[in-house]
């Protein structure tokens, strides 16, 4: 009788383990993830609060950082100070954003713009500083990250999960905060084709962070997120008031929400795009990245980005050419056996074009030597392309270690030409990379390239190009085409002090930004400022 008992406990024992289990369900799976989602949006309000926010208005105050425009590399400049408002319309997939701020580099200047999304068109409105109204096509790339950045708007962002191919839960994991270490939830789905990871707080289960891997131009695959915190009640609705956006993890964006209005009554003109605009025809192919968005943020141009290339060779002495287009140019040199290039700038599609011409114009002679004068988001763009043509990448000798971390990075989502030649190959890509730290000199036994460390307040690591014959020099940044005479400032002057100091004999200055500038008439100004 005693055995009997022991052996019914027995059974009885394992039976509740066995339901206790079934009723926890697998931690990982699509099942999985549809739980943790009905626990984040129970702890955000309920999936029908959420679906009932059919409007939203939302006022920020922030700043941007930006890690490739820094003096070094692992650096990170402070770019802006700004607000914003933004009013959506979820149902429409309408937004409108209200930006007006400080801009710190690369130029101190305040900037105002609006931008509108409706339906399949978007919208930049600018007011000059005579009150003159500009309105235009929205860039295609800015508009689908604008869109894609819509949909994983907190409140936006469990039903946009929901309702998402390829669901699945995996591991969890744990994370370092500053309160100390916690459990996330992990969920990953398919979004306009970008894979997203959504990670829940496995305390609160309110989500944590959202992150998309796009391509980015400089660093390829890159995990692109937003973290969420200080959660609030906001008329039955839980959202976060604070919001950080990360790079493969280094911060560009602290926001602070100052104000959200849920369901505000919003008036369709807000959304409204002008015909002639909705017309007109998009700049630039609809690539999800924010490449082109970290451009807006510094106020300078991005409309090339994605969209048709020109590079025209133009004579600057016999045997030199200056590799012309859309805001950076790059300097060609004929060697007697082969080319050697200068600056490798913005993207793969612009130096697919400076290629193109090349060969058109030395179709026997390869590229060698490809020199990038420093590690900027604008200026080392092009070095896989190079590369993969086979040219030894020549760069300041403290960059090697960043230079050569974006020749291997994979990238799988936007395949560029190096990547092509590593999985034609079989074997990783193959890249030779060269560091100078102080005077080198490249000869073909009768033409003379000297490259030079050129210290300067712009980035600490940079590369300027003196031809001794030929006198003249290559600068980035330094004297650029919006040089002003009346407001000298330390980079150009840091400039002239190199070319003092190194005793070049330059008639003539090559830049990157704009045309050449005679160097009589540059060190005239700069005597006189002195």
């Not at 390829?220 to 919001?243: C, E, H, I, K, Y």
């Not at 807000?270 to 007109?280: G, H, K, L």
């Not at 190959?425 to 990379?433: F, H, N, T």
């Not at 590369?463 to 980035?476: F, K, V």
Request: proline share 6%; net charge negative; glycine share 8%.
């Amino acid at each position: 009788m005693i055995r009997i008992m022991k052996l019914r406990l027995a059974i009885f024992v394992l039976l509740v383990l066995v339901a206790a289990a079934g009723c926890s369900g697998p931690q990982t799976g699509e099942v999985a993830a549809r739980r943790a989602l009905d626990e984040a949006a129970a702890a955000m309000g309920g999936w029908e609060a959420l679906r009932n926010v059919g409007t939203q208005r939302v006022v920020s105050e922030g700043s941007d950082w930006d890690p490739i425009q820094a003096m070094y590399p692992g650096d990170s400049r402070h770019v802006s100070d700004f607000s914003i408002t933004r009013t959506a319309d979820y149902e429409k997939e309408a937004a409108r954003m209200e930006y007006s701020g400080d801009l710190y580099y690369p130029r101190e200047r305040s900037l105002s713009y609006t931008e509108v999304i409706e339906g399949d068109a978007g919208m930049r409105e600018e007011t000059g500083s005579g009150g003159e109204v500009t309105q235009s096509r929205m860039h295609g790339s800015v508009y689908v990250t604008r869109l894609r950045n819509l949909r994983r708007m907190p409140v936006r962002v469990l039903l946009t999960a929901s309702e998402a191919q390829g669901l699945d839960r995996v591991p969890d994991k744990e994370e370092e905060g500053s309160g100390g270490g916690h459990s996330v939830q992990v969920l990953r789905y398919q979004d306009a084709g970008q894979t997203v990871e959504l990670r829940i707080d496995a305390a609160t289960h309110l989500p944590a962070s959202a992150a998309y891997l796009e391509d980015d131009v400089t660093f390829s695959d890159t995990r692109n997120a937003f973290v969420w915190t200080d959660w609030r009640d906001v008329s039955g609705v839980m959202l976060p008031f604070s919001q950080e956006k990360t790079l493969n993890g280094q911060l560009i964006r602290k926001e602070t929400i100052q104000e959200i209005q849920n369901n505000p009554s919003v008036d369709s003109a807000a959304f409204a795009i002008p015909e002639p605009v909705r017309q007109a025809p998009e700049p630039g192919e609809r690539i999800i990245s924010q490449w082109p968005l970290r451009r807006v943020s510094m106020g300078v141009t991005y409309m090339y980005y994605a969209g048709p290339q020109d590079a025209t060779l133009e004579e600057v002495v016999p045997g030199v050419w200056l590799a012309k287009g859309a805001g950076h140019q790059s300097l060609v040199v004929e060697m007697a056996d082969h080319v050697m290039t200068f600056e490798a700038p913005l993207f793969e599609e612009r130096s697919l074009e400076v290629i193109a011409a090349i060969k058109e114009k030395f179709p026997d002679k390869p590229i060698r030597y490809t020199m990038m004068t420093h590690y900027h988001q604008d200026h080392s763009g092009g070095v896989r392309t190079y590369a993969a043509e086979g040219a030894t990448i020549i760069a300041h000798a403290n960059i090697v270690p960043f230079v050569e971390g974006v020749l291997k990075a994979p990238k799988t989502i936007n395949p560029d030409s190096l990547a092509g030649a590593g999985a034609s190959s079989g074997s990783p890509p193959q890249y030779a990379v060269e560091g100078v730290d102080s005077m080198k000199e490249y000869t073909d036994g009768s033409r003379v390239v000297q490259i030079y460390p050129l210290p300067n307040p712009h980035v600490r690591d940079m590369l300027a190009l003196y031809m001794p014959r030929e006198r003249i020099t290559l600068t980035a940044d330094l004297v650029t085409g919006s040089f002003d005479p009346s407001n000298i400032e330390d980079r150009a002057r840091a400039y002239y002090a190199f070319v003092k100091q190194e005793g070049l004999n330059v008639d003539r200055i090559v830049r990157v930004h704009g045309p050449p500038l005679s160097f009589r008439e540059f060190a005239a100004v700069m005597e006189k400022a002195q």
